[in-house]
Structures are given as C-alpha cells and as structure tokens.
C-alpha cells in the first residue's frame, strides 16, 4: 500500500493469561485512511489484541510504532490522547444519562474547571450527530431511551469527540438492520476520506468486501495472513485461513420428503398488541420453520410469547393438541417446549457455572431424588448430551464462560436435548458464532430435526433462514406476509418482501 | 464419571493452547480451595495471634466452647443469609425478626406453654416474617432492599410494643439449663451442636439439592433461570422463608444464651451476617454462595472478638480492626478472582 | 440513655455538693416514704398535696426502648395521676431530634403550662427549649442537659460520675482488708459520654485503695445480649478476679446468665442504675450480685412535682428559698441487702 510510514504498527504482540496464550506474536499494521479488517474466529485473540490497542491490556512482550515512533499505550486514557478511540461490541454508554453527556464522559467541556457547560456539550453533540447522518438525535434525551442502532450512533460519536486518527469498531454491525448498516458503511467511508485509519471488525465476509481495503486474520493468538487485499481475495482462501480447513458447504441436506405426522405445536390468531398480529403456525415433527424479518418485525417477540415469556393479548397456542396456558414459561416448558434466546449470555447461561450445571438446569428433577441430587448421574446424562452435539472442549466441568459462542450455544441446545424437549425455538441461534463454528450449528440443528424434534428458527440473516429451514415464514410489521417452502425463495425475493412498501 | 477428557480435536475450540478441560477444571478446583484457604490462613493466623498474647486464656477447652458458643447465634443468621445473598437478594431484617421472635417466645403468656412454646413461638415467628418477606419481594415485585428494610422497621417496633422495653426474663428450667455447662454433650454445648447441623445442612442444600442449584441459578442469571422453566418467585419466596426460619432458631439459641428476650436482640446482625458471608466469599450480586466460607467469617470476626477482649483492649480498636479485616478480605478474594 | 454532663454542676453544686437525694429533699424531713409524699414546708406557700391551681404539664421524651427510659415515663405518669390538679400531656416518644422539636412545638402552640423535656440530645433541642422560655413556658429539663441554661428554667438528673464514685467507694470498703485485690469493669456502651463518666468515677473511687487493682474493662451495650457476650469474655479472661461493677443492670441481666453458665462465684458483683430484677437479686442474697448504684428513674416523678410547684408558683418543701432551685443532682445512693426493701418500689422492668 501507500509508501509513508503506517499510522500504526504492532509488531510481535504476546500476552498471556494464566493458562492461554491469547496472543502469540501478533503483527498488525495500519495505514492512515485504511479500512483494516480484522478477520477469525472467537477466541482467535481479536478481543485481546484490541484491548491492547485500547490501552486496556497491557502486552506481555513485543512493540506498537505510532506514527513511526515507539509508544506504550499503558492506559485507555493514554491510548486516547494517541487518537485512538474503541467502539466495543457490548456498548459502555450510562443509561442514565443524556446523550451529551455521554458523548462528553469524561471530557466534559467545562467553565472554571469544574463547572459542566451543558449548552456547549449539547451543541458540540449535535454537530457530531449531524455528522454521523443522524441529526434526528437528541443530544438532551437519555440514552436508555435510544434504540441499539442509535445508541451506536452516540457511542460513534463519543469516539469522535476526541481528535480521533483510528477508530476501533467490534462487530458494529452486529445489531444493525440493513439500511443502517449502510449509513454506518458511508460514515466509514466519510471517516476514511478524512483520514482517519479504522480497525473494522466483523465475522460478515459480505461486509468486508464492501468496506474493507486490507484483511488480516488471526488464529490461534497468531496473524496467519496480513493485509490480504479485502476484495480480491477469495472467501474459500478467507475461511480457510480462519478454520485452517476448507469448507465446502455451509447448510446440510433438507430430507427429501416432507415429515409427516401430526403438528406437535399449532398457534392460532397469536397477537401481543403493538409487536405482531393474528399469527398462525403449524410446526410437525421434524420441521425446520423459519421466521424471517428484519430488526423490529415482532420475531423474537413471537418466539417468547409462544413460549410464554410473554402474554399474548389474543390468540391460542397447543401443544398436541392440548391447549397450553398462556404466559407460563414453566406450563411451556413442561409441554415439551424450549427456547435459545437471543442474547445467550443475558437470557440463557449461567456464567459463573459449569457446563454441566448449564445443561442440567432444565432438568433438575431427573436427577433429584426428594430434592437431593444425583450428581454422577447428571454429570453422565450432562456429557452424553453434550458429546452428541460434539461441544468443545469434551469436559463438562468447565465453567461455560470459556467456551467459545459455538459452544455456549451447543451448551443452550444440550440443555434442552437433555430435558427431552419436542419443540426447539432457536433465536438468533449463530449470533456470535464465528463462520466455521456455523457450519457444524447448523449441522446439528438438522440433525435434531431429523431425530423428530420441531424447529422453529428466526434469524435476521436471510441466507441462515433460507438454508436450514423446510418452510419459511415472512413478517412484515408484525404480520406474515408471505408463507412459501424454502426452496422456493430467494434472499432477494425476502428483501423485497420484508421491505415492501417500506420505504 | 469424571474421566479426563478426550484429547481436543484440532481446529474447533475457543481458547488456543494448552489448557484444555481437564486443567482448567484443576484451576477452578484450586482456586475455591484458595479462596477457603486463605480464610483458613487468617484464622490460623488469629489463632498463633491469640495464642502468644494470651497463651493460657486463649488455647483453652473453654475458649474454645466460648467462641463457638458466642459464634452459634450469628452464625445461624449467617447460614440463612448466604442462601438469600446467593440468589442476588439482600435480608436487612435478620436481626430485628430475631428480636421479635425472642421477645415474642418469652412473653409471660407464651411461657405458660412451656419449653416446647417457647421454641414453636420462635421459629413459628421467624417463618411468618420470612414469609411476608418473601411474599412482598416475590409476588409484591418489591426490591429486597426496601422490602426487608420494612420489615427490620416494622419487626423492631412490635418487639418494643410486645416488650414495652421491659426485660422478658425466662423462668423455664429447661431452656436455662441447655445454657450451662451440665448440658454439654462431650464438651460440646448444645448451642454449637445446632449451629454444627444447621451449618451441615445448608451445606448440603446449597451443594446437593435441586433447591440449592436453582438459588444459585436465580442469582447468576434470573432471566435465564426464568427463561430454564425455573419458578424464580417460588424459590425467592421460599429464601425468605429460610432466612427466617434461621432467625427463629437464632432466637431460640439466644433466649438459651441470655436467658431472656428483650427487643434490642440482634442489634446490627444484618451487617454482621452479611460481612460474614461476603469476607466468606460469597458474592453480594449473587450466583455463588459459599457455606464454608461464611461460617469461617463468622469464626474469624468471633476470635477477633474473642482476643481483643481477652487482650483488654476496647471495642473502638475492636471496630477497627474489624473494618480493616473486611476490606483486607474482599481486596485478597478480588486478586484470586482476577486471575481467572 | 441518660447524658448529663459535668460542667451542669456550675450551678447544680449549690445542691449537688451537698448530695442530698432528690426524694429526700422534696419530702423533708417529716415522711419516712421516700417517693409519695410530698408534706408542704414551714410558712412558705410550698407545694403540696392539697389541690391548688391547675396545671397542665406538657412531657416530651425519647422512644422507651430501654427499661430505664420506660421506667422514667412511668414514673412521670403515674406522678401526675396522683394529682387531681395536673393534666400531663404525654407525647410518643422519639429518639429523631427533628421528630422531638415538632412534638415540642406543638406542646407550646398549646400553651401548656409547664414542659418537662427528656431530650434524645440535649445539644440538639437547646433551641426549642429557648422558644419554649421565651414564650413564658417554664421548662424542667430532665437528666440530659440543654447547652444553655437559659433553655430551662431547672434541671433535675442523675450523677453518672457520683455513681462510680459510689460503686468504688463500696467496692474499695469491701475488699480493703484483702491484699491485691483484683477489680473488673463491665462498661456500658462506649459511645456515650455518661458511660466515660462513670469509669472516671469508678477510677477515681479505687485510687483511695492502693491494694486494688482495676485489672480489666470491657464495654457492652446496655443489652441482655450484649452483657452476656462481654462477660463471657471478661470470665474467661480473668480466671481470678475479686469485685466486678457493671454498670447498668439491664445488660447484669445477661452477665449474671454468663457468670451462671461459667459456674463462677467467686467475687462480689455490684451493678447500675436499679432494675427490680437486681434488687429481687440483692434481696434474694442467692448470686453474686450484693449490691447496685442507682440512677434513679423516679427523677421524672421529682421533675412532675417541680413543673407543679412551677406552675402555682410555690416552692419546694424543706428549702427556706420560695422558689425551686435552678438545677438538682441527685445522689446515686447504694442499694444493698440493708436497703433493699427500701428501695424495692422505685425498681423497674
């Protein structure tokens, strides 16, 4: 690339945890106006390596150049008077507060020292907003009350707030629905055009090739390629550096034959007033349903209400044919039901505990004898479900927070393999799951159905639900606007049919 | 079966290098036993303290019972918090429900019934407060916090009005005697025979039960408790109502120990039982709960006691040094914990 | 918990000085009962049982959580009902100073005719005490003293310091034929200043006896519990010791249950302040408890006598002044099997 000294080098980057070597002599470098990716899978060492970046971590061995000079970067405060500012995935804005005020922690402009200047923080705030292509925010609203596509936003403009020369992004995407994706991708673009060097992390190969200039992929706490030309190298090459195999293809043969048989789950005239409408389904055993729709159309609102997290304001639910009451998560449960949720880490995992105690929660009772617990039985039932979904590592003591997302997930499923669930309601169920770990999720997602268990799947990537599911369910608003076997659709048939009348 | 694992296939797991399944599992081991040895380490540590200052007063069978003795009420209190504490819950009204409960088994109408009414009283007071405790913070929606704060409030003023700050004395023999030393079981007094069962028992229950699991579910993650098919408003309930149930049998032991019930019982037990749990290793925002560590920070702040008073020294440099062991045991337990 | 302070005597060494029990200077000279009667004095209009005008006497004192507090409104109660000429205006009890201003406030919008004030803290209500004076209403400050002494009109209290002069004085008469002897102290609660008064009495007491030797002290919290838990300790402790003074009977409750536990027996026990249980003790001769110091409770009947005698505008009996004095210590007398039934009546709960 260009022949002056990059904005940023780092150069044999070790850092160790007791027992991990996260990262193993790590080389990165970064031009000034650049779109770098960083691609690989979890735990591949990208949170390690940002947070040394960020000042967050402080590096075992090796050397960060800024502008050809050496520094160290021994605080976040320090990193950011460099100019370098970190957008973390899991956003740190306080609720409580204004938008400015947010924008400002920490920094607040200030009369005689100490005396907050909000007039000043407000106007500031609102040149950023303007700037990131969002001046319908209001830099006096809380952030609490901003949407996540928003709060993004602040977040953004937080970075920008400092005389800012790289900008840190952690899967800004993540959360974000197609046309603010693009407008995130033209604030990248504006950024660039600036000058200013971003470190643009994503699991989306799509995403890169649309933004990126340069790739560097890490595996293992290793770079196993640095700055591969983003959009002229090919994916197989891409994922293969990533897995360290290829992979040949991503979704599993549908069987060939509908399933047939009774529905074990049927809804009818399911409504919550103001997130969905007049729902009906039919789920058979066997069957892999798919709800596609974008961020906002009622489909993980759909899910819990059918498992009774939530109340439906009308409609009935049964299972086999037995009505089930409605919001009971408990009387769902008991009927054969079971959900991964979305947020796996807030609604489904017990951080602080084993696998095994994950996996068993659900079923407590089949090991409890009068309350007391058989615990060579539960961790037996435990490793059986977990070994039939292949979750890495093969030890089910290990506390669940140092799994990867795959696994937390196979964790999830286990769960209610164990418990014996009939009908598996899977929300965002490869949510940060990284590419090769996909593969296998959705490998075993058939499998369970092929063994007679029900699914019923929402994503809000398209091809996923595309992919896996026998029949496709298309929400528009809250309201099924298309029903079609999966065969039948294409992504670009459920754009036009999810965004229709839209825009 | 704990068989080691399989060797880890390549290219599909999280964490690089080596430690796989089997070493991580030793790491977890070996930090709870960090965390309770440390505690250990303290005691010990209290124990070399007491022993060169006061050699022939302190490494004494009856110091020893005295310790244990004084260490059983608290310690009972202590037990029932760790539950409540472990499920992300906070019981500020332990020790206004253990005044209550002594003031209330021995009002001259409950003696009457003699020693069997006094103890039915007791813990029979002690469930009704866990139960509005618990029915207020599970199906009321209140915040444990306020809820409890309430009921310390209101559990204090009934004891005051029940007693109209007068000294209930007990005149029951058999409650008396089980607080002498003719009562002693092989040297062990009865009292402390109670706080060894009670403690025993909710060991068992945190660690073995599906009750215990769910407490600990319902404080790591209440949404995904929920979300498990967890009933987390019956098993908040039925926390209160263990915590109350201790308290009750607190009382008990403390109408034994003070032969009388008075409405100043269990003044400042809520921080007490909670400084216990948590230098116990307990975590205050709930998910894991530790019995083991809470009864040796119960024993740790009673020989601190202990020593200082057979020392002469005042309870100024007593509340001192008990902040001070506070602070040194959560800053010790955050450097275990930060090297995860 | 009662908190008069030294420097009260300024004033209070007039009387206190000359140490003369409250109940025996209001009764004179011409009663054998100590508390109940009230005989009127020589020529000058005194105060006595006879109606006279009537008076209403407004009493504000802090929450009765302590037998002693609950002793103090009992005694002023049932002081009043034995006069067919005194309304008392009772308020609830508060330990909160803001609470205690209101109440007080609202017993001067009333115009009653004399206050009688126990103040949760003396410092805190000095200036509600002011307005009452400035406002023509006369105010008997009971025991915890007002900062100024133009906030009350008397102030009639107890003598911590006297008590453990007494309580060592009694000792030091016990044990001063018994070579190195051995004193232990079982303190009230350390916060308060009343509990350092008493302990520099006590001390001062026992420098009259060189064979003694305070050899321990720990503090409790004027709890059953608390008295327990201490003296279990101080036992424990001291495996030989030969007099102990605990200050307040309440926690003697619990520190004789731990004497009992520890099947001690081997010292004299001297307690405080004058709870019936310790008297019942003391007359019983069963325990270690020989003897108490009182603090008497029966200052808030002395106190309803005086806002009567205030409010028609009579002196006291057995004083040749025509009014009542500007300030009363009473003497902390030393109950002991000699005594006791004397005594017993004014005992509390």
Same mark, same amino acid.
């Given at each position: 690339?260009?022949?002056?000294?990059?904005?940023?080098?780092?150069?044999?980057?070790?850092?160790?945890?007791?027992?991990?070597?996260?990262?193993?002599?790590?080389?990165?470098?970064?031009?000034?106006?650049?779109?770098?990716?960083?691609?690989?899978?979890?735990?591949?060492?990208?949170?390690?390596?940002?947070?040394?970046?960020?000042?967050?971590?402080?590096?075992?061995?090796?050397?960060?150049?800024?502008?050809?000079?050496?520094?160290?970067?021994?605080?976040?405060?320090?990193?950011?008077?460099?100019?370098?500012?970190?957008?973390?995935?899991?956003? =740190?804005?306080?609720?409580?507060?204004?938008?400015?005020?947010?924008?400002?922690?920490?920094?607040?402009?200030?009369?005689?020292?100490?005396?907050?200047?909000?007039?000043?923080?407000?106007?500031?705030?609102?040149?950023?907003?303007?700037?990131?292509?969002?001046?319908?925010?209001?830099?006096?609203?809380?952030?609490?009350?901003?949407?996540?596509?928003?709060?993004?936003?602040?977040?953004?403009?937080?970075?920008?707030?400092?005389?800012?020369?790289?900008?840190?992004?952690?899967?800004?995407?993540?959360?974000?629905?197609?046309?603010?994706?693009?407008?995130?991708?033209?604030?990248?673009?504006?950024?660039?055009?600036?000058?200013?060097?971003?470190?643009?992390?994503?699991?989306?190969?799509?995403?890169?090739?649309?933004?990126?200039?340069?790739?560097?992929?890490?595996?293992?706490?290793?770079?196993?390629?640095?700055?591969?030309?983003?959009?002229?190298?090919?994916?197989?090459?891409?994922?293969?550096?990533?897995?360290?195999?290829?992979?040949?293809?991503?979704?599993?043969?549908?069987?060939?034959?509908?399933?047939?048989?009774?529905?074990?789950?049927?809804?009818?005239?399911?409504?919550?007033?103001?997130?969905?409408?007049?729902? =009906?389904?039919?789920?058979?055993?066997?069957?892999?349903?798919?709800?596609?729709?974008?961020?906002?159309?009622?489909?993980?609102?759909?899910?819990?209400?059918?498992?009774?997290?939530?109340?439906?304001?009308?409609?009935?639910?049964?299972? =086999?044919?037995?009505?089930?009451?409605?919001?009971?998560?408990?009387?769902?449960?008991?009927?054969?039901?079971?959900?991964?949720?979305?947020?796996?880490?807030?609604?489904?995992?017990?951080?602080?505990?084993?696998?095994?105690?994950?996996?068993?929660?659900?079923?407590?009772?089949?090991?409890?004898?009068?309350?007391?617990?058989?615990?060579?039985?539960?961790?037996?039932?435990?490793?059986?479900?977990?070994?039939?979904?292949?979750?890495?590592?093969?030890?089910?003591?290990?506390?669940?927070?140092?799994?990867?997302?795959?696994?937390?997930?196979?964790?999830?499923?286990?769960?209610?393999?164990?418990?014996?669930?009939?009908?598996?309601?899977?929300?965002?169920?490869?949510?940060?799951?990284?590419?090769?770990?996909?593969?296998?999720?959705?490998?075993?997602?058939?499998?369970?159905?092929?063994?007679?268990?029900?699914?019923?799947?929402?994503?809000?990537?398209?091809?996923?639900?595309?992919?896996?599911?026998?029949?496709?369910?298309?929400?528009?608003?809250?309201?099924?606007?298309?029903?079609?076997?999966?065969?039948?659709?294409?992504?670009?048939?459920?754009?036009?049919?999810?965004?229709?009348?839209?825009? | 079966?704990?068989?080691?694992?399989?060797?880890?296939?390549?290219?599909?797991?999280?964490?690089?290098?080596?430690?796989?399944?089997?070493?991580?599992?030793?790491?977890?081991?070996?930090?709870?036993?960090?965390?309770t040895?440390?505690l250990l380490?303290?005691l010990a540590?209290l124990i070399?303290?007491g022993g060169?200052?006061k050699p022939d007063e302190f490494l004494d069978t009856r110091n020893l019972q005295l310790v244990l003795t004084q260490a059983s009420v608290i310690g009972v209190v202590t037990v029932g918090?760790t539950?409540?504490?472990?499920?992300?819950?906070?019981?500020?009204?332990?020790?206004?429900?253990v005044?209550?409960?002594s003031?209330?088994?021995?009002?001259?109408?409950?003696?009457?019934?003699?020693f069997a009414?006094v103890l039915?009283?007791a813990v029979?007071?002690?469930?009704?407060?866990?139960?509005?405790?618990?029915?207020?913070?599970?199906?009321?929606?209140?915040?444990?916090?306020?809820?409890?704060?309430?009921?310390?409030?209101?559990?204090?003023?009934?004891?005051?009005?029940?007693?109209?700050?007068?000294?209930? !004395?007990v005149?029951i023999d058999g409650i008396l005697k089980l607080g002498e030393r003719d009562s002693y079981v092989l040297g062990i007094p009865p009292l402390v025979l109670v706080f060894a069962v009670v403690t025993v028992i909710g060991w068992l229950i945190?660690?073995?039960?599906?009750?215990?699991?769910?407490?600990?579910?319902?404080?790591?993650?209440?949404?995904?408790?929920?979300?498990?098919?967890?009933?987390?408003?019956?098993?908040?309930?039925?926390?209160?109502?263990?915590?109350?149930l201790c308290c009750g049998i607190a009382a008990f032991l403390l109408i034994i120990l003070s032969g009388?019930?008075?409405?100043?019982?269990?003044?400042?037990y809520?921080?007490d039982a909670?400084?216990a749990?948590?230098?116990g290793?307990?975590?205050?925002?709930?998910?894991?709960?530790?019995i083991t560590g809470s009864v040796l920070g119960v024993l740790i702040f009673t020989t601190i006691t202990n020593i200082?008073a057979l020392?002469?020294?005042?309870?100024?440099?007593?509340?001192?040094?008990?902040?001070? !062991?506070?602070?040194?045991?959560?800053?010790?337990?955050?450097?275990?914990?930060?090297?995860? | 918990?009662?908190?008069?302070?030294?420097?009260?005597?300024?004033?209070?060494?007039?009387?206190?000085?000359?140490?003369?029990?409250?109940?025996?200077?209001?009764?004179?000279?011409?009663?054998?009962?100590?508390?109940?009667?009230?005989?009127?004095?020589?020529?000058?209009?005194?105060?006595?049982?006879?109606?006279? @005008?009537?008076?209403?006497?407004?009493?504000?004192?802090?929450?009765?959580?302590?037998?002693?507090?609950?002793?103090?409104?009992?005694?002023?109660?049932?002081?009043?009902?034995?006069?067919?000429?005194?309304?008392?205006?009772?308020?609830?009890?508060?330990?909160?100073?803001?609470?205690?201003?209101?109440?007080?406030?609202?017993?001067?919008?009333? @115009?009653?005719?004399?206050?009688?004030?126990?103040?949760?803290?003396?410092?805190?209500?000095?200036?509600?005490?002011?307005?009452?004076?400035?406002?023509?209403?006369?105010?008997?400050?009971?025991?915890?003293?007002?900062?100024?002494?133009?906030?009350?009109?008397?102030?009639?209290?107890?003598?911590?310091?006297?008590?453990?002069?007494?309580?060592?004085?009694?000792?030091?008469?016990?044990?001063?034929?018994? @070579?190195?002897?051995?004193?232990?102290?079982?303190?009230?609660?350390?916060?308060?200043?009343?509990? @350092?008064?008493?302990?520099?009495?006590?001390?001062?007491?026992?420098?009259?006896?060189?064979?003694?030797?305070?050899?321990?002290?720990?503090?409790?919290?004027?709890?059953?519990e608390?008295?327990q838990a201490k003296m279990a300790q101080l036992l424990q402790a001291?495996s030989?010791?030969?007099?102990?003074?605990?200050?307040?009977?309440?926690?003697?409750?619990g520190?004789?249950r731990a004497i009992k536990q520890a099947g001690r027996?081997?010292?004299?026990?001297?307690?405080?302040?004058?709870?019936?249980?310790?008297?019942?003790?003391?007359?019983?001769?069963?325990?270690?408890?020989?003897?108490?110091?009182?603090?008497?409770?029966?200052?808030?009947?002395?106190?309803?006598?005086?806002?009567?005698?205030?409010?028609?505008?009579?002196?006291?009996?057995?004083?040749?002044?025509?009014?009542?004095?500007?300030?009363?210590?009473?003497?902390?007398?030393?109950?002991?099997?000699?005594?006791?039934?004397?005594?017993?009546?004014?005992?509390?709960?």
């Amino acid at each position: 690339m260009a022949p002056e000294p990059p904005l940023l080098t780092m150069s044999g980057i070790t850092k160790s945890f007791p027992g991990v070597r996260a990262l193993d002599g790590v080389d990165l470098d970064v031009q000034a106006g650049e779109v770098h990716c960083l691609l690989g899978q979890n735990g591949a060492g990208k949170s390690t390596l940002i947070k040394v970046l960020a000042g967050a971590h402080q590096p075992d061995d090796g050397t960060i150049g800024w502008r050809g000079a050496p520094v160290t970067l021994k605080s976040p405060i320090a990193a950011m008077r460099l100019g370098i500012a970190t957008i973390y995935q899991e956003l =740190d804005l306080v609720e409580g507060l204004s938008v400015a005020e947010n924008v400002h922690l920490g920094h607040e402009p200030t009369s005689a020292g100490f005396v907050v200047r909000g007039k000043a923080a407000r106007a500031s705030t609102a040149a950023l907003l303007k700037r990131l292509g969002h001046p319908e925010i209001d830099p006096a609203r809380l952030v609490g009350e901003l949407s996540a596509a928003q709060q993004q936003i602040v977040s953004m403009a937080r970075a920008l707030s400092h005389d800012v020369r790289l900008i840190v992004m952690d899967e800004p995407s993540a959360a974000l629905d197609p046309d603010e994706v693009d407008n995130l991708f033209r604030i990248v673009g504006d950024l660039t055009t600036e000058g200013v060097a971003v470190v643009y992390i994503s699991h989306r190969l799509e995403e890169i090739r649309r933004i990126g200039d340069r790739v560097t992929v890490l595996k293992d706490g290793r770079a196993v390629a640095g700055g591969l030309p983003a959009k002229s190298t090919p994916t197989s090459e891409v994922v293969a550096l990533m897995t360290g195999r290829n992979v040949e293809y991503v979704f599993p043969d549908r069987p060939s034959t509908r399933p047939p048989g009774e529905p074990v789950l049927t809804v009818q005239g399911l409504s919550r007033e103001g997130e969905f409408e007049s729902l =009906d389904l039919d789920l058979r055993p066997g069957e892999i349903v798919g709800l596609a729709g974008l961020v906002g159309s009622g489909r993980s609102e759909i899910l819990e209400t059918i498992y009774g997290a939530r109340k439906p304001t009308a409609g009935r639910i049964s299972v =086999d044919g037995r009505p089930l009451r409605p919001g009971s998560v408990r009387a769902a449960v008991r009927a054969g039901l079971g959900l991964a949720p979305e947020e796996r880490k807030a609604q489904a995992l017990l951080m602080l505990e084993s696998v095994t105690r994950n996996v068993s929660v659900s079923s407590m009772s089949r090991f409890a004898h009068g309350g007391w617990i058989d615990r060579r039985a539960e961790r037996g039932a435990a490793r059986a479900a977990t070994r039939e979904l292949s979750l890495r590592p093969d030890n089910p003591s290990v506390p669940v927070r140092t799994l990867s997302g795959g696994n937390q997930q196979k964790a999830v499923l286990a769960r209610w393999l164990l418990r014996g669930c009939r009908v598996l309601l899977l929300d965002e169920p490869t949510r940060g799951v990284d590419v090769g770990a996909r593969a296998e999720l959705y490998a075993v997602i058939r499998r369970l159905a092929d063994e007679g268990l029900a699914v019923l799947l929402v994503s809000s990537e398209v091809p996923e639900v595309l992919g896996l599911a026998d029949r496709v369910l298309v929400l528009r608003e809250g309201r099924v606007v298309h029903t079609a076997p999966a065969q039948e659709l294409d992504e670009h048939r459920v754009l036009d049919l999810v965004m229709e009348g839209t825009s | 079966m704990t068989q080691p694992a399989s060797p880890p296939r390549p290219g599909e797991t999280l964490k690089t290098s080596p430690p796989d399944g089997i070493a991580s599992w030793r790491t977890l081991a070996a930090r709870a036993d960090v965390r309770t040895l440390s505690l250990l380490g303290v005691l010990a540590a209290l124990i070399v303290i007491g022993g060169i200052t006061k050699p022939d007063e302190f490494l004494d069978t009856r110091n020893l019972q005295l310790v244990l003795t004084q260490a059983s009420v608290i310690g009972v209190v202590t037990v029932g918090m760790t539950f409540v504490i472990t499920s992300g819950g906070i019981d500020l009204s332990v020790g206004a429900i253990v005044a209550l409960s002594s003031v209330w088994a021995t009002t001259v109408a409950t003696q009457e019934y003699g020693f069997a009414g006094v103890l039915f009283t007791a813990v029979l007071v002690g469930v009704g407060c866990g139960l509005v405790n618990g029915l207020l913070i599970a199906y009321g929606a209140m915040v444990p916090f306020i809820a409890t704060l309430a009921m310390l409030a209101s559990a204090r003023g009934l004891a005051l009005q029940i007693t109209d700050g007068k000294t209930q !004395i007990v005149t029951i023999d058999g409650i008396l005697k089980l607080g002498e030393r003719d009562s002693y079981v092989l040297g062990i007094p009865p009292l402390v025979l109670v706080f060894a069962v009670v403690t025993v028992i909710g060991w068992l229950i945190l660690n073995r039960t599906t009750f215990g699991r769910r407490t600990v579910a319902v404080g790591g993650n209440a949404e995904a408790a929920r979300l498990a098919g967890i009933d987390v408003r019956r098993q908040r309930l039925y926390l209160y109502l263990l915590s109350g149930l201790c308290c009750g049998i607190a009382a008990f032991l403390l109408i034994i120990l003070s032969g009388s019930g008075q409405n100043t019982n269990g003044n400042l037990y809520e921080l007490d039982a909670i400084a216990a749990a948590i230098i116990g290793g307990t975590l205050l925002s709930g998910g894991r709960g530790t019995i083991t560590g809470s009864v040796l920070g119960v024993l740790i702040f009673t020989t601190i006691t202990n020593i200082f008073a057979l020392n002469n020294l005042q309870s100024d440099v007593q509340q001192i040094a008990k902040g001070a !062991i506070i602070v040194a045991a959560v800053l010790v337990q955050r450097r275990t914990a930060s090297t995860t | 918990m009662p908190e008069p302070t030294r420097h009260t005597s300024r004033r209070g060494l007039l009387f206190g000085t000359a140490a003369a029990s409250a109940g025996a200077l209001l009764v004179g000279c011409t009663s054998n009962d100590t508390k109940d009667e009230k005989p009127a004095a020589n020529s000058q209009p005194a105060a006595d049982d006879k109606p006279g @005008k009537h008076v209403t006497i407004g009493f504000a004192g802090p929450q009765a959580d302590h037998g002693w507090l609950n002793a103090i409104n009992d005694n002023a109660k049932s002081r009043a009902k034995k006069y067919s000429d005194v309304t008392l205006e009772i308020t609830e009890g508060s330990n909160d100073t803001a609470a205690q201003i209101g109440q007080i406030e609202t017993l001067i919008n009333k @115009k009653v005719d004399v206050l009688v004030v126990l103040p949760a803290d003396g410092k805190a209500l000095t200036q509600v005490g002011l307005q009452a004076m400035r406002a023509g209403i006369p105010v008997i400050n009971l025991d915890r003293i007002f900062n100024s002494p133009q906030a009350y009109r008397c102030w009639i209290g107890g003598d911590n310091y006297g008590m453990g002069l007494n309580a060592g004085h009694y000792i030091g008469e016990k044990l001063k034929d018994k @070579k190195d002897a051995r004193v232990i102290e079982l303190a009230g609660l350390d916060n308060l200043e009343l509990t @350092k008064q008493r302990t520099q009495g006590f001390d001062a007491a026992l420098k009259n006896y060189p064979n003694i030797k305070k050899v321990a002290r720990q503090a409790a919290e004027f709890t059953v519990e608390s008295g327990q838990a201490k003296m279990a300790q101080l036992l424990q402790a001291q495996s030989k010791f030969d007099a102990l003074w605990n200050h307040d009977d309440d926690q003697g409750v619990g520190a004789l249950r731990a004497i009992k536990q520890a099947g001690r027996d081997d010292f004299l026990m001297v307690g405080g302040a004058g709870a019936l249980s310790a008297f019942q003790a003391i007359d019983a001769d069963n325990s270690v408890l020989k003897a108490t110091v009182l603090y008497p409770p029966t200052m808030a009947a002395s106190a309803i006598d005086l806002a009567r005698a205030l409010g028609q505008g009579k002196g006291i009996g057995g004083l040749a002044e025509f009014e009542i004095p500007a300030s009363l210590t009473l003497y902390s007398a030393v109950v002991d099997k000699d005594n006791v039934k004397q005594y017993m009546a004014t005992g509390f709960k």
